[in-house]
């Protein structure tokens, strides 16, 4: 199978090599699309790389019907509907490490530009004026640079500042004081760095929290004459309020990378003398380029392939090591999924997943979503996957709760599902054996051994003598194969349970066979 990648925004040839030299993928670029709008054509791809100029819009998700991941190759994914791409089983990874240094240089080189007005000489000098009086700046050395935000770039850009022996304030929700010693910072509060900074630096991501952030308000409680810089999002900075805080005089001077809209030429911005600005250049270097590029190829080949990958936006990352354990469970999580979905007859209200034994050391919720996959999908098809698992059981009202239990009934590791109906509550127990891969190992209470796959008749019965030579014949007659048998009961003579996993599809005739001798209360196919 090829699969078909198309690439929508401008981004590194030599960046793109995992794709372009693997057989699998067939490389398209937008630019060589010429007269094609991207929801004309994005029906047919797999994968979608974009950067920032691509918005990424619930509409344009919903007509990419084979669309498995998008792929930013860069940091800020605020240009993708996340929301609409986790309800359409679309996984969305970014490349959030390859142009950490190139952001940090941009800021810096445009905090140096703004203290000295470099820009503004040049285009002075250039106009064929020799000025030196109108262009006295300001030194970095000794003044206060407030960091808000101190993820990568801002800790790169912290980094920068203590080299030219600025003293940095810092706040981001995440930082603790051992860090920000480490990094050689002083950890305040948003008013702290407000109150006491010559220059501020906004570093954080674009989201309901930090949109407007720096607004009237903020600008009030500054100093006269602070310097303002934002080379993360446009928006993080209300824009007017920022044209009024020049304009009043209490602003002395702003660099900016990006806007609220962009392309941002004739932005009233632009007009004041105090604005130093770049169309939007942070990571516009051939080194960034190759590596995010690079990064978002390599993820996207891999979730391609089905192999681990890392770095999804709209799923909880796992580490390696959690992931290197949990993965063999994967498929014994489908397939219970799969089982205890085809053992109720009424709608699902309530799903309940249990871990016992060494999986209770672990974040399971990577197979939990496998579980919920393989539970929804049993009717749903595949429009269900493990990234919109479970937003999709929020949609159907279907609850599910997960418990950790010590018991382990003698297995080293031990799944169940259960799923409560208005009728009662269905429970299918596994497990995964070194050397024989995923069992079914209980049905309610019922202890049986059995491997989950292709069809396995479930059968109820009257535990009676010569009932497995019935059921036998009955499906011999019929040229059906048995390939294993499991007889399980609770009393001698009681309730039982027989599960036969056997080669083909059973048709209407046999159940009706089957269900006409004597002490058979019900016969189910489960398909696997
Ligand atoms: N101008 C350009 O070309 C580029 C812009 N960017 C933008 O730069 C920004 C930062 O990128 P990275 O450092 O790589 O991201 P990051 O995820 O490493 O760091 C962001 C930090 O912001 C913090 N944060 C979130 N909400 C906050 C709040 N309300 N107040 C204070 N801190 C808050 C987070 O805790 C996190 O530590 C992003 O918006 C990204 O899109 C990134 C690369 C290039
Ligand atoms: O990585 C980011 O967040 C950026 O803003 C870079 O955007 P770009 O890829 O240069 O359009």
Known sequence: MTYQVLVSDPVSQEGLEPLLNSQEVNVVQMKDLEGYALEDIIEQYDALIVRSQTTVT????AAAKQLKVVGRAGVGVDNIDL????????????????????????????????????PQAYQSLM??????????????????????????????????????????????????EERAQKLGVVKGSLDEIYEQSDFITVHTPLTKDTKHMINDEAFDKMKTGVRILNCARGGIIEETALLRAIE???????????FEEEPATGHPLLNCPEVIATPHLGASTEEAQTLVAYDVSAEILAILRGEPFKNAVNMPSISSEVREILEPYYQLGIKLGETAIQLIEEAPKKVTITYAGE???????????????????YHLGDKVNIVNAFHMAKSYNLSYSVEYSGSTRDFTNLISVSIETAIGTRTVSGTLLTGYGPRIIKIDDYTIDMAPENHILYIQHQDTPGMIGLVGTTLGQHDINIATMQVGRKTEGGDAIMMLSVDKHANQDIYNDLSSIANINSVKEIQL
Do not use: C, Q
Request: hydrophobic share 40%; glycine share 10%; charged share 20%.
């Open 58 to 61: 619930p509409n344009l998700l």
């Open 248 to 258: 009043n005089g209490k602003v002395a001077g702003a660099a900016l990378d990006v």
């Open 127 to 176: 106009s064929g004026k020799w000025d030196r009086k109108s262009f006295k700046g300001v030194e970095l050395s000794k003044k206060t640079l407030g960091v808000v935000g101190m993820g990568r770039i801002g800790s790169e850009v912290a980094r920068r500042a203590k080299a030219a022996r600025m003293n940095i304030v810092a706040y981001d929700p995440f930082l603790t």
């Open 359 to 377: 999986l209770t050391d672990y974040d399971t919720a990577s197979l939990t979503r496998h579980i919920m996959k393989g539970l929804l999908s």
């Open 83 to 118: 929301d609409a791409a986790t309800e359409n089983g679309v996984i969305v990874v970014n490349a959030p490490d390859g142009n950490t240094i190139s952001t940090a240089e941009h800021t810096f080189a445009m905090m140096t530009s703004l203290a000295r007005h470099i």
